[in-house]
């Protein structure tokens, strides 16, 4: 059985030999500067040294373009020895941060009337456009049809993409403003998602859909059960619907925050695992395996105790055993480390997670 097999198996709660070690959070060989500063090399070799399985997060994405198309060239609007403020291309504004964990934070939105939509959706919307796929698409096809690791296709997110090009704030005075607009954008970028993977699959067997959403903070859904529902349901159940036609056994929902309420509202539409499910924001992953036996999970390690030392580590990662045993569920950090982790301890979580990962099976 391979890590393919071992990631949809797992997380559709049949039978495995054990669940697949991965990274999650980080891409390939992912190594914070300071690591490589203390460890030359490592920016390229981490992933080998650790034995991850899979490739990227432990599933990989492809290069086809699910985001705004025709972008023009990014314009620098304002720097400073800190930071720089661009516009992306897409009337999107970023102030970038030179220095510390994070190195983005948007402050203007493309669209905020009827209007900017129209022009948004006609220059960057088209599924059509030839240069969402990548000149050398027949040769990762090749790749592809060979693999031995899981392959998604990439949604920006019912509420996620919207939310890019809005903004939150933006957005929350919508559904009630301008409800009919926040419609016809989740609508027009699923059916436009659904329209791309439709040339996807003809080529290619994909294992999974991801949705990228992060609408959540620590107090839970920044929208209602009722909004979900009235905007963002009837959208999930198309993309069900297509994965269940396609024979997709996945569909996997990213987001921060407090998600075990959100986890419901979910499943109704057909998304079948979320993840990081982040400790500090609330969430226990066994009382959501619990409450939803049928949810898949991924994440759901504290990641400060990296910061603690082996002892915290070591504690951890008896609660991992224990979470594996219950099914459905592939252990990991519930987010990349902040820079403050040296690799030494980071190296030790991910090979006592990795001795965790080959002595335990899920339990039937």
Not at 61 to 68: K, L, S
Not at 168 to 176: H, R, S, T, V
Not at 178 to 191: A, D, F, K, Q, W
Request: charged letters at 30%; a negative charge.
């Amino acid at each position: 059985m391979n890590a393919r097999e071992r990631f949809v198996k797992t997380l559709t709660g049949e039978k495995v030999d054990r669940v697949p070690f991965i990274k999650v959070f980080g891409g390939t060989n992912a190594a914070h500067k300071e690591w490589e500063a203390e460890y030359p090399g490592i920016g390229q070799s981490i992933d080998e040294l650790l034995g991850f399985e899979g490739t990227y997060r432990g599933w990989a994405t492809t290069p086809v373009n699910m985001d705004a198309s025709g972008m023009e060239e990014p314009r620098i609007l304002k720097e400073t020895e800190d930071i720089f403020v661009e516009d992306i291309g897409d009337g999107t504004v970023c102030q970038m941060y030179r220095k510390g964990d994070y190195a983005r934070h948007t402050i203007g939105w493309p669209i905020r009337t009827k209007g900017d939509w129209e022009v948004y959706r006609k220059r960057h919307l088209d599924p059509d456009d030839p240069k969402r796929f990548p000149d050398n698409w027949d040769d990762l096809v090749k790749e592809y049809r060979s693999r031995d690791y899981p392959l998604q296709l990439t949604h920006r997110g019912v509420y996620g993409f919207p939310r890019e090009k809005v903004g939150d704030e933006n957005l929350a005075y919508a559904f009630y403003d301008s409800p009919e607009l926040v419609h016809e954008i989740m609508n027009y970028y699923t059916e436009m998602a659904i329209h791309i993977w439709k040339k996807m699959v003809k080529d290619v067997e994909f294992d999974l859909i991801e949705c990228w959403e992060d609408m959540a903070s620590k107090n839970g859904s920044l929208i209602s059960p009722k909004t979900f529902r009235e905007f963002m349901t009837p959208c999930y159940r198309k993309i069900s619907a297509f994965a269940m036609e396609h024979g997709i056994k996945v569909i996997l929902v990213d987001s921060d925050g407090f998600i075990e309420d959100l986890t419901e509202l979910m499943l109704e539409g057909g998304v079948t695992a979320m993840y990081p499910y982040e400790v500090l924001a609330g969430n226990d992953v066994a009382r959501v395996l619990d409450r939803y036996p049928k949810v898949g999970a991924i994440g759901g390690l504290r990641k400060e105790c990296m910061y603690e030392g082996k002892e915290s580590i070591d504690r951890e990662m008896e609660k991992a055993r224990r979470l594996i045993r219950k099914g459905r569920f592939i252990p990991g950090p519930d987010h990349f480390v902040l820079k403050t982790c040296t690799f030494a301890n980071y190296r030790y979580f991910m090979e006592r997670l990795r001795e965790v990962v080959m002595t335990t099976a899920p339990e039937d």
